[in-house]
Nanobody
Framework: QVQLKESGGKLVQAGGSLRLSCVAS??????MGWYRQAPGKQRELIAG???????NYVDSVKGRFTISTDNAKSTVYLQMDSLKPEDTGVYYC????????WGQGTQVTVSS
């Protein structure tokens, strides 16, 4: 059974850092992404990683966020630095080319 479980979100001040984790059960994490749903907005893909390729980022997080994977732990990470209030939202992980049942996500709140 496929399960995606995100964690690591919390309230942080602007300029701070967080590392989000997503433990994926039942799938190979060879093509995964982090998605963000900001308040009142649709969920969007912000970072993606595919085995053997360079990661991709949406412009708003490029240079501040880093996506990585640990295949042994079946975990996808999102290192977030220089956080801004506009990074506030619920963060989810899921596939890039194939979608699975969405997890509950993890709330990130960045205060100014």
């Amino acid at each position: 059974q496929v399960q995606l479980k995100e964690s690591g979100g919390k309230l942080v001040q602007a300029g701070g850092s967080l590392r989000l984790s997503c433990v994926a059960s039942g799938i190979h994490i060879n093509s995964m992404g982090w998605y963000r749903q900001a308040p009142g907005k649709q969920r969007e893909l912000i970072a993606g990683i595919t085995s053997g390729e360079s990661p991709n980022y949406v412009d708003s997080v490029k240079g501040r966020f880093t996506i990585s994977t640990d295949n042994a732990k079946s975990t996808v990470y999102l290192q977030m630095d220089s956080l801004k209030p506009e990074d506030t939202g619920v963060y989810y992980c899921n596939g890039l080319t194939r979608y699975y049942v969405w997890g509950q996500g993890t709330q990130v709140t960045v205060s100014s």
